[in-house]
Structure formats: structure tokens, C-alpha cells
């Protein structure tokens, strides 16, 4: 069974409105992390944004925050008046404690913004 | 500032052949691993290290092998290269024990004809 699941294989989104990356995900562990990561054309992974399933604020960094709805294990990621450079696949991801801290990838979604 | 280094950054191979992907980190990162990248599959784990010595496989990790003798590299080893590994590979690091996001190299670009 897939661990993270990301719905949404592409979205094309209008420059300066916010988008809305869904991610959800399956763990028993009670500690574990999430993360996001863009990958550009140029094809390096760029770390966005961190989570932790104790943390009882949404992670905010700049134009990115983490929508974490623990109950319904989903973490999803906004982007609020997205730029032409936000086009990029975005992959969600998540550290278990109980499995070696292994970091696990969903297969992203492609996200293109229309000028 | 190097990080994490991956060497080479586009290979091409003939079926049957072997070779080693090399990754080092200059972060005295505990944890390592590698990964593939297909189109439509994300980033898949093939496997990882929490410690020098210690290795583990992930995902998919058949025709490939790893070892960890120091903390710095961690190699990955194709034995008998096969068209199904074409591939991006990304090498990772990371501290242990920590949810700590992963570092990653910038990706060798493999093909197996």
C-alpha cells in the first residue's frame, strides 16, 4: 500500500493566485516527520518545508505552509500568490521514527502556473 | 560548502556491464541513501545506511548493491546493468535519529542500452 499519496498528477494554476498540494498519508508511528520538496526543470531537490507530528502549529516558510490535519493524515502544502518560478513537480515525503528514519517520497505532482 | 557530491552526472552503459555510482557527504551525516527517479513514480528508495557498516535495502532494491565503510561515501554498486535501470539516481544524506529533512546530491543521469 502506497505510504504517501499525492492526487494530483498536474495542476495548472494562474500566476499570484494560491494553489493547494494534497498529501496524505499512512502511519501507525505516533513520531514522524513530513516534508515537501520541489524539483525544477534543472532537476535538483529543494527542501520547502518541515513537519512534525507532535508540532501544534502549521509550519509556515515564507509563501509555503504545511496544511497538517493529523486526524485525517494529510499534509498539504499552500502556496499562497503563486510566481512563474513555482512551476516545478513538488513531491511530498515522510520520516518514520519506528523504520530506521527512512525517508519516503509520493510521486508528486507537476505544477504549472499560467502567466 | 560541497554537501552531498554524486559522480558522475551522466553515464551511459551497455547492458551486462557494471559500475559504481559514488556519493559522498562533508556533513558527518549518520543516515545515507539512494534513490531512483522514474517518470510518474517519484522517488524511489533502493537503499540506505543509518551508520558506517550498517545498510539496509529499501524499496526496490534488486541489482543494485551498497556498502558503507566510512561515513562519508556510500556507494552504489550495479552489477550487471539492465535497461530497466535507466534512470535519475539521487543520493541523499542526512542526521540519524532526527526528523531532519534529507540533503541530496544533484543526480546522475543513467541510461542502459
Known amino acids: 500500500a502506497q505510504k504517501i499519496t499525492q492526487t494530483q498528477p498536474g495542476m495548472f494554476v494562474q500566476e499570484k493566485e494560491a494553489v493547494t498540494l494534497d498529501c496524505t498519508y499512512d502511519?501507525?508511528?505516533?513520531?514522524?516527520?513530513l516534508f515537501w520538496y520541489k524539483q525544477p526543470s534543472s532537476g535538483e531537490m529543494i527542501f520547502l518545508i518541515y513537519?512534525?507530528?507532535?508540532?501544534?502549529q502549521n509550519a509556515t516558510e515564507g509563501r509555503y505552509s504545511l496544511n497538517f490535519q493529523k486526524a485525517r493524515k494529510s499534509a498539504n502544502l499552500v502556496i499562497s500568490a503563486s510566481q512563474l518560478g513555482d512551476s516545478a513537480m513538488y513531491f511530498c515525503?515522510?520520516?518514520?521514527?519506528?523504520?530506521?528514519?527512512?525517508?519516503?517520497f509520493g510521486k508528486g505532482t507537476r505544477l504549472h502556473i499560467l502567466p | 560548502n560541497a554537501g552531498v557530491t554524486q559522480t558522475p552526472k551522466f553515464q551511459v552503459l551497455k547492458t551486462g556491464q557494471s559500475m559504481t555510482l559514488q556519493c559522498a557527504q562533508d556533513?558527518?551525516?549518520?543516515?545515507m541513501s539512494w534513490y531512483r527517479q522514474d517518470p510518474g513514480m517519484g522517488l524511489r528508495l533502493i537503499h540506505y545506511?543509518?551508520?558506517?557498516?550498517?545498510?539496509d535495502q529499501g524499496e526496490v532494491p534488486n541489482g543494485y548493491n551498497v556498502s558503507r565503510s566510512t561515513t562519508e561515501d556510500f556507494p552504489l554498486r550495479l552489477l550487471s546493468a539492465a535497461p530497466s535501470q535507466t534512470s535519475v539516481y539521487f543520493c541523499?544524506?542526512?542526521?540519524?535519529?532526527?526528523?531532519?529533512?534529507?540533503?541530496f546530491g544533484q543526480g546522475t543521469r543513467l541510461t542502459v542500452v
Open positions: 541523499a544524506s542526512s542526521p540519524s535519529g532526527k526528523n531532519t529533512e534529507a540533503f
Open positions: 502511519t501507525s508511528d505516533q513520531s514522524y516527520g
Open positions: 513537519q512534525g507530528s507532535y508540532d501544534e
Open positions: 515525503a515522510m520520516r518514520e521514527r519506528s523504520r530506521d528514519d527512512k525517508i519516503i
Open positions: 556533513m558527518n551525516h549518520e543516515y
Open positions: 545506511s543509518v551508520g558506517a557498516g550498517i545498510t
